[in-house]
């Protein structure tokens, strides 16, 4: 039976989520290492599958010049994404930190304005302006929240992640392939982080070792899906199945550590999604 492009799309968006919530399972279940060096394996381990990929295809780098500093600038804002993201998958909520996480999107539509001179509606703004409450009940800024910096931490991984996307949307308009642009940032983020590595190395367990490939290989199994799932499908039809991943998460996080979110966080999911929801339609009407 033939399967329509739109649904394949859906398929594999939520095929991703379910990949990116599998690997802050795996980083979370890796135990107490710090987040640079779970960093590292993770994007080792998509640095060969990425590289693996562009010998297979025969994609190279471009070549441009101006292309460059717009690769380095992702590179930078994807890694202190991951960083951020990792961080707050050991110190919170797992629901709670993928969520911060998926405020990724609305950022992209606030750096879209001053790296890709796009134009902001008035309703796109309030959409991203009450995502940004919701994520307020998560992140619960109070001076007795003990959790206030690694929700703070989490948020800035979404932003950075925001940041991160929007460049690569500038690297895909500039010629550049999505496999080229996942090794570049992979191998990038290997090289920054591997100082550190060096100098602070943390020995690990067997387990943690097979914990952490796990980690990298459900990453790049998600960057792949997603890369897929837009292929099918353009953004504004099935970007919104991409927050099955806070369903996926707080599965996963009930089962596997017990983890309840609290009243606040739940109605900060409900005023995400309904926004995320609310964009997907709006988009959609304007297409139209």
Known sequence: MRIDKKYKGIMFIVMSAFCFA??????????????????????FIAFIIAAATMGKQHIW?????????????????????ILCNFYAVDHLVLADASMLNKMSPFFAIFFSVFILKERVKPAQAGIVFTAFVGSLFIIK??????ELLPALIGFAGGVSAG??????????ACGEKGPFIVAFFSGF????????LLLH??????????L??????????????????????????ISVYDYSQIIF????????????????????????????????????????
């Open 163 to 172: 940041a991160a996307y929007t460049y690569v949307r500038k690297l895909s």
């Open 189 to 196: 983020s290997c090289l920054v982080t591997l100082p550190y």
């Open 201 to 210: 190395y943390h020995p690990m367990s067997l387990a943690q070792l097979i």
């Open 22 to 43: 599998l690997m802050n399972v795996f980083v979370r279940l890796s135990g107490d290492l710090p987040s640079v060096q779970k960093s590292f394996f993770r994007n």
């Open 212 to 237: 952490l490939l796990l980690a990298g290989t459900a990453a790049a199994g998600g960057q792949f899906t997603i890369t897929a799932a837009y292929s099918y499908a353009p953004a504004r039809e």
């Open 141 to 146: 800024p109070t001076v007795f929240n003990m």
């Open 61 to 81: 780098y471009s070549g441009k010049e101006e292309n460059m500093k717009y690769l380095i600038l992702r590179s930078a804002f994807g890694t202190m994404g």
């Open 249 to 288: 998460s707080a599965a996963l996080g009930f089962f596997i550590f017990g983890q309840v979110p609290d009243i606040y966080s739940w109605l900060g999911y409900v005023i995400i999604i309904a926004m995320a929801v609310t964009m997907f339609w709006y988009n959609n009407y304007r297409s139209n």
